[in-house]
């Protein structure tokens, strides 16, 4: 079976999603109003990120399947994990998981609080 790394590259995820908002608390650059939008982004950026990772591990098995798994060439269905405990969305010969549309409604809205009024001048 394949080897799924969720919660090793969970890690990666953080340190990337959140690198602006860290550097921006250690060196102090920027007022709390940016520190907070650095946070909505980090937040917005993490969420997409998990996203984006676990979707794309179903493409993997669907594009490159492994004779040893029986749902190689596949893409999700919902006796998949990751449909399995919130449910999911049946497109035709495949399922949307159900948390992947709340995932990507939050990171909108994450990305949202972290942009708006950017191009606004703030003295």
Known sequence: MYQYHIFPMFFI???IS????IDDMTLKVFGKNKRRKALFLGC????????VEDFAWFVNRWLVPLDSDPKGGLLMQ??????????AINVGNFVIPIWYVFA??????????????HDMVQL
């Open 13 to 15: 995820f953080i340190l």
């Open 18 to 21: 959140f690198a602006a908002l």
């Open 44 to 51: 917005a950026t993490l969420i997409s990120a998990i996203v």
């Open 78 to 87: 919902y006796s998949d994990w990751t449909s399995m405990h919130i449910g």
């Open 104 to 117: 990507i409604g939050l990171a909108a809205v994450a990305y949202y609080a972290a942009f708006r009024k």
